[in-house]
């Protein structure tokens, strides 16, 4: 069975920092995008920042200069580095990816379970 795990999140202060980590384990062949989306209270899913596996990189205008998107495909880990984090980044942070497995069958958007981010002082 494959797993994505989401880790990392917690409670910082306004103008700090969090590295969040997913790193995907089980019978992948190869992983495609990654993304991460986050989701805060009454609000819709959005999307933070994406990777391709190429390294191609994008992200919400809401981030931009701010989060940085990486990926190490030996490990099967993508990550997220917020800096001068905001009381509206506060949300549950959720990684994605499109991915084959081990037989050839291609997923596309495999969710991981979350991670809390909450900034506050």
């Known amino acids: 069975q494959v797993q994505f795990v989401e880790s990392g999140g917690g409670l910082v202060q306004p103008g700090g920092s969090l590295r969040l980590s997913c790193a995907a384990s089980?019978?992948?062949?190869?992983?495609?995008?990654m993304a991460w989306y986050r989701q805060a209270p009454g609000k819709q899913r959005e999307l933070v920042a994406a990777?391709?596996?190429?390294?191609?990189?994008n992200y919400a205008d809401s981030v931009k200069g701010r989060f940085t998107i990486s990926r190490d495909n030996a490990k099967n880990t993508v990550y997220l580095q917020m800096n001068s984090l905001k009381p509206e980044d506060t949300a549950v942070y959720y990684c994605?990816?499109?991915?084959?497995?081990?037989?050839?069958?291609?997923?596309?958007?495999?969710w991981g379970q979350g991670t809390q981010v909450t900034v506050s002082s």
């Open positions: 994605n990816a499109d991915w084959r497995d081990g037989r050839g069958f291609y997923h596309e958007g495999s």
């Open positions: 089980g019978s992948i062949f190869s992983i495609y995008a």
């Open positions: 990777i391709t596996s190429g390294g191609s990189t």
